[in-house]
């Protein structure tokens, strides 16, 4: 009788087949990394430069339209609130003082103005420079509150921030202008409109009250002149308390189209913050990467040049 004998150990059984033959060797060489183009300061200089200068102009068309205007309206609802609060505890200013027996701030709210034709309410703010109207409607602070004896003046802008006084020129004489102050509800009414060689209004006389309305004209955020509507007071002249400023005691940042000097500090200090993030951008770039450059860099650089472009748009004409 045959006996079988097992495999040795570690012996493959027979394959049926031819044995596989062997993976064939890499065709590809591996990656190499590229190297950095090697650091030349004046393009970086350059690229920051660039960077600032595509920031600003965003941020100037942003604060001149959009972003303006959701500023504006920001602005107007927290004024709103605060001059509600002050009718409502009876702290509402009555004159160049607050209650407290101090000048008022310029931003402070001092008024709600309506003119009901052109469906209009906005809060009107102490004050009359470029600053001060992006916020809305500013009175001017060497005139006499509204709803008192004499000719108070409101300015408000025509094209930017809201654009509160852009229908100005539409309202028909005989419209109703209504204003509530600390003093109660006063109502005007319209007189008439003029612009640059238009006579004069006659004087006001004594114990009565005159309410004007300025604003720019020209072209959209091209402001070549200056719109006035005139309105006569109607109810009962509230008294006037005692006044700090007399007429013409104000800067010229705070006349008809005037612009505010003071901002080129602003300008200047944004300006330098923004040169230097975008310095720290274009080494960034090198440095980390494209898109974890424009991650970071890209909202701090947006963010500081529509701070520089607001303060730069301070330097145009108030009623812009």
Not at 69 to 83: F, G, S, V
Not at 201 to 216: D, M, N, S
């Amino acid at each position: 009788m045959t006996t079988l004998a097992p495999p040795p150990a570690g012996a493959s059984a027979p394959a049926d087949g031819p044995p596989d033959p062997p993976p064939p060797p890499p065709t590809t060489e591996p990656r190499r990394q590229t190297p950095r183009p090697p650091a030349r300061p004046g393009l970086a200089l350059a690229g920051a430069a660039l960077c600032v200068l595509a920031a600003v102009l965003l941020g100037f068309a942003a604060n001149l339209t959009i972003v303006g205007h959701l500023q504006h309206a920001r602005d107007q609802q927290t004024a709103y609130d605060e001059l509600r609060k002050e009718l409502a505890l009876g702290t509402a200013p009555v004159g160049q003082r607050d209650y407290e027996g101090k000048l008022l701030k310029p931003g402070a709210p001092v008024a709600l103005l309506r003119i009901p034709a052109l469906g209009f309410k906005e809060v009107v703010a102490e004050g009359t420079t470029s600053e001060v109207l992006m916020a809305g409607p500013g009175h001017r602070r060497d005139t006499p509150l509204p709803g008192q004896a004499g000719t108070a003046v409101v300015m408000g802008r025509q094209w930017g921030y809201g654009s509160p006084f852009h229908d100005l020129h539409r309202l028909p004489v005989g419209s109703r202008i209504e204003i509530t102050t600390g003093q109660g509800k006063a109502v005007y009414e319209v007189t008439g409109i003029r612009q640059a060689g238009d006579a004069l209004p006659a004087p006001v006389a004594e114990g009565q009250g005159r309410l004007t309305l300025i604003t720019a004209t020209g072209a959209p955020y091209t402001p070549s002149g200056v719109l006035r509507v005139d309105a006569k007071l109607v109810t009962a002249v509230q008294p006037n308390p005692p006044r700090d400023l007399r007429a013409g005691w104000i800067a010229d940042s705070e006349q008809a189209l005037g612009t505010d000097s003071g901002a080129w500090l602003g300008v200047f200090l944004w300006t330098q913050g923004l040169l230097l993030a975008s310095l720290l951008a274009v080494v960034s770039f090198r440095v980390w990467g494209r898109w974890q450059t424009w991650i970071c860099a890209g909202p701090l650089l947006l963010a500081l040049g529509l701070a520089d472009s607001q303060s730069i748009t301070a330097l145009l004409p108030n009623l812009l």
